[in-house]
């Protein structure tokens, strides 16, 4: 299996989800199935056809998770020395030479990307189109409502 990169607090995010699902969400739809069952027929019981249905959900995702967990390459981003390139986990504060906007993003594994919070997937056009540029570097992004053009202006490891 392939490693999946994340950073030290997506990692916690994941970890955090998975300790809720194992000691909240999973007792509960435990719970549920046993008040649908005391209600008698199964076969015409609408509840505890959705606490079933909840349960697959339930352990689907903790598989899901705990498989990307022990695959999980964690990357802090203060132990990087990418020696002023942009990596995975670095902070790229970006002026689009167009409007002379100016954004930060951080660059982030697939689960952790927020586009509100800044923070973009390595998989992400601009995040492969800025990988192992440098600051003062000139970047063409092609994304789906066009090509647009940004200057790097710094590459921060926070």
């Known amino acids: 299996m392939n490693t999946i990169p994340l950073t030290k607090e997506g990692a916690e995010m994941l970890k955090d989800e998975l300790h809720r699902l194992k000691t909240k969400e999973r007792p509960a739809v435990i719970n549920a199935i046993s008040e649908a069952r005391a209600q008698g027929d199964l076969s015409e ?14 352990e689907g995702r903790i598989a899901e998770l705990e498989g ?23 902070t790229v504060t ?3 030479l167009e409007s002379g ?26 995040a492969r189109a800025l990988i192992g540029k440098y600051a003062g570097d000139t970047v063409e992004v092609h994304t789906p409502g066009g090509t647009r053009e ?9």
């Not at 019981?45 to 339930?58: H, M």
């Not at 993003?105 to 992400?124: F, H, P």
């Open 101 to 126: 906007d100016k954004v930060t993003y951080k660059i982030v594994g697939d689960d952790e990307a927020d586009i509100k919070l800044k923070k973009v997937s390595i998989s992400s056009p601009i």
């Open 150 to 158: 940004y200057e790097i202006l710094e590459v921060q490891y926070i």
């Open 68 to 90: 990307k967990l022990s695959a999980a390459q964690i990357i802090d981003p203060a132990l990087i020395d990418g020696d002023g390139r942009v990596v995975f986990a670095a």
């Open 94 to 96: 970006l002026e689009d």
């Open 45 to 58: 019981n609408a509840e505890y056809d959705a606490a079933k249905e909840r349960q697959s959900f339930v």
